[in-house]
């Protein structure tokens, strides 16, 4: 059957399109009845595979932040002309999301700048992602004193790169989730492991700045929400006390928020 090149453009448009779209625009149309659970688990597969990093299970779309119309309105106002310019699914969502009064995450902001970019190059800036760090800020780069009681391990075929700072997480892979114990559970542990690293890592970089911002608090939450369930899953019974130490590595990113 040949194509014509108003049918490929638009092919090649609904194709950029869905490229542009996140696990949360996923989610929200499986949750409005327009998808299957399959076809929303197939679809983020696919993004993790884009992304280069394939994970057990489907995150939790990221929360956002409810500011109110009055603080979104001018970004949606240019929202609105670059969609005149040139429409896509992804920008929709936005455009839905800053109508709702809700805040865009770091990433959104990172995608909607370079987007802006092209068509309305002085409204970038309206799209940086804002660090409040003022002579009123509390800025706490005390080391705690379990970083440096670990040491990077490996889960299965991953290898950790932030577990040098809990021994308790050292202890819990390789004992408590040891593969001899649970050979058929390597891809939960190995996501489990995962997760933690991701949780360490926030938590370095906290440290280092001296203060925490909304997104990095509310993703520790979210990925120490992820932890549990894993956890639950693959040790059923007796979990909790086993991994109570990862509440302390949240608490520690959580109370330097600006």
Do not use: W
């Amino acid at each position: 059957m040949k194509i014509s090149k108003r049918q490929l453009r638009r092919i090649i448009k609904e194709e950029k399109a869905l490229l542009m779209e996140e696990p949360s625009d996923y989610y929200r149309d499986y949750k409005a009845g327009t998808i299957t659970r399959q076809e929303y688990e197939a679809l983020v597969r696919q993004y993790n595979e884009r992304e280069g990093s394939y994970s057990y299970r489907p995150r939790r779309p990221r929360k956002t932040v409810k500011v109110g119309l009055e603080a979104t309105r001018e970004r949606l106002d240019v929202i609105r002309r670059v969609r005149g310019a040139k429409d896509s699914k992804f920008l929709l969502s936005i455009s839905n999301q800053l109508s709702s009064g809700r805040d865009l995450t770091s990433k959104q902001n990172a995608i909607i700048r370079k987007i802006v970019a092209k068509h309305e190059p002085e409204s970038v800036s309206l799209f940086e992602s804002i660090k409040r760090v003022n002579e009123q800020s509390v800025i706490d780069k005390t080391v705690p004193d379990h970083f440096d009681s670990g040491e990077n391990i490996d889960v299965y075929d991953y290898q950790t790169k932030h577990f040098d700072i809990c021994a308790s997480a050292v202890k819990l892979f390789k004992s408590e989730l040891s593969g001899a114990k649970f050979p058929i559970a390597e891809d939960a542990i190995s996501e489990a492991a995962k997760i933690s690293d991701e949780i360490f890592a926030i938590e370095k970089r906290v440290v280092r700045k001296g203060f925490s911002d909304f997104e990095e608090c509310d993703e520790a939450k979210e990925l120490h929400d992820e932890f549990k369930d894993l956890i639950k899953e693959i040790l059923s019974e007796d979990y909790a006390d086993k991994i109570d130490f990862m509440k302390m590595h949240v608490k520690e990113i959580t109370k330097r928020e600006e």
